[in-house]
Every structure is written in structure tokens, then in C-alpha cells.
């Protein structure tokens, strides 16, 4: 089993118990039957399953917390910047429910040589990604994570992504790209330092 596919057996387990799959079923069904399909036409019979299987596993950070990824912490000798970038997510806008997807690059200044596993801020991003969402929030939610456990003199997350809600329907610009940022402690006031990191993220 690889990496990508343990993280997400783990939100998974983690959300099990927690996802009404029957009820979900009965919503697909009405949904087909709303849009003038028939939920029992061969081809669409197995489709509410399939659904509620797929939203359990989309949804499973919702009774999760990212914060509980950096409670495992390190003390190095290390107080220079930490940059993770071009971590894959995947998330359902809010408001229409249909996907949108991305990059988000994470990047905190240590604080006293308090660091965390790089792959912990990969597991609190895809946390906060898998539940409805915006992303403003996921930007937001993963850099507040960072300054509450980590303490660290900064922090400043990038969220890059495309919406479907954009290409699929409404003004239907594909390729369109939204970016948000997110930044705390010293990121927020030092232009120097915010330029280092995106002077980072340009490069190969």
C-alpha cells in the first residue's frame, strides 16, 4: 500500500460510523428522479452506492482535526525556513458541490528548533480539503494550524486550484486559476521574507 493510499484508508476508518450511506443512497435516487432520469435503468442502478461510497471517502476529514497532526513535534537545531510546496488536493466547493483542485504550498519560520514531519503538513491539508469547503478556508485553516501548535515565528500557506463551478457552469472559463494566501506571525508584515518563499516556489 502506498503513501497516498494508507492517508486515505486512514480518513476513511476514521470516519466510518459517522456517514449515512443509506441516506445518501435515497438522495441520489431522488436526485436522478428530480433531473428526469430513471434510477433504474441498468446503468444507473448501482450509482447511488457508488455515490455514498465516494462522498465517505470526499467527506472523511469532516470529523477530523488538522491540528492533531502536529502534535507529534521535533527539536532540532534548525530555525530557518521550512518549505513544502506543490502538496496535491483535491476538495467540493460549498456551494454548488462539485470539485476543485489544486496545489498548496506550506511554509513556516521554526521557532526555538520546533519543527514537525514534512509529511504531517501533507496529512493536514488533505484533512482540511476533504470535507465542503472553500478556499479561502483550507488556506486559512491549515496556516492557523501551524501557529497554534507549532509556534512558529511565521507561517504563509498558498492555495492554488481550478473550479469546476467556474468551467462547468456559470462564466465557464477553464483554466482559470484562483489564488489565496494566508499569512501569520512575521510573514505578515516582512515583504523580504514572503518573497523569499515565493522566489522558492517559482523555481524547479
Same mark, same amino acid.
Given at each position: 500500500?502506498?503513501?497516498?493510499?494508507?492517508q486515505l484508508t486512514t480518513l476513511t476508518e476514521e470516519n466510518n460510523g459517522r456517514v449515512d450511506r443509506e441516506k445518501i443512497q435515497k438522495a441520489i435516487t431522488m436526485l436522478l428522479e428530480a433531473?428526469?432520469?430513471?434510477?433504474?435503468?441498468?446503468? @444507473? @442502478? !448501482?450509482?447511488?452506492?457508488?455515490?455514498?461510497?465516494?462522498?465517505?471517502?470526499?467527506?472523511?476529514?469532516?470529523?477530523? !482535526?488538522?491540528?492533531?497532526?502536529?502534535?507529534?513535534?521535533?527539536?532540532? !537545531?534548525?530555525?530557518? @525556513?521550512?518549505?513544502?510546496?506543490?502538496?496535491?488536493?483535491?476538495?467540493?466547493?460549498?456551494?454548488?458541490?462539485?470539485?476543485?483542485?489544486?496545489?498548496?504550498?506550506?511554509?513556516?519560520?521554526?521557532?526555538?528548533?520546533?519543527?514537525?514531519?514534512?509529511?504531517?503538513?501533507?496529512?493536514?491539508?488533505?484533512?482540511?480539503?476533504?470535507?465542503?469547503?472553500?478556499?479561502?478556508?483550507?488556506?486559512?485553516?491549515?496556516?492557523?494550524?501551524?501557529?497554534?501548535?507549532?509556534?512558529?515565528?511565521?507561517?504563509?500557506?498558498?492555495?492554488?486550484?481550478?473550479?469546476?463551478?467556474?468551467?462547468?457552469?456559470?462564466?465557464?472559463?477553464?483554466?482559470?486559476?484562483?489564488?489565496?494566501?494566508?499569512?501569520?506571525?512575521?510573514?505578515?508584515?516582512?515583504?523580504?521574507?514572503?518573497?523569499?518563499?515565493?522566489?522558492? @516556489?517559482?523555481? !524547479?
Open positions: 500500500m502506498d503513501h497516498t493510499t494508507e433531473v428526469g432520469e430513471d434510477p433504474s435503468r441498468e446503468g @444507473l @442502478l !448501482d450509482t447511488p452506492k457508488r455515490v455514498a461510497k465516494m462522498y465517505e471517502e470526499m467527506f472523511s476529514g469532516l470529523h477530523s !482535526d488538522p491540528k492533531e497532526y502536529f502534535k507529534t513535534v521535533f527539536n532540532e !537545531d534548525h530555525e530557518e @525556513l521550512v518549505f513544502v510546496k506543490d502538496i496535491p488536493f483535491h476538495s467540493m466547493c460549498e456551494h454548488h458541490l462539485v470539485p476543485f483542485y489544486g496545489k498548496v504550498h506550506v511554509a513556516y519560520l521554526p521557532k526555538n528548533g520546533k519543527v514537525t514531519g514534512l509529511s504531517k503538513l501533507a496529512r493536514a491539508v488533505e484533512t482540511t480539503a476533504r470535507r465542503p469547503q472553500l478556499q479561502e478556508r483550507i488556506t486559512s485553516t491549515v496556516a492557523d494550524a501551524i501557529m497554534e501548535m507549532l509556534a512558529p515565528h511565521g507561517a504563509y500557506v498558498i492555495v492554488e486550484a481550478e473550479h469546476m463551478c467556474m468551467t462547468m457552469r456559470g462564466v465557464k472559463k477553464p483554466g482559470a486559476k484562483t489564488v489565496t494566501t494566508a499569512a501569520r506571525g512575521i510573514y505578515e508584515e516582512d515583504a523580504v521574507l514572503r518573497n523569499e518563499v515565493m522566489t522558492l @516556489l517559482k523555481m !524547479d
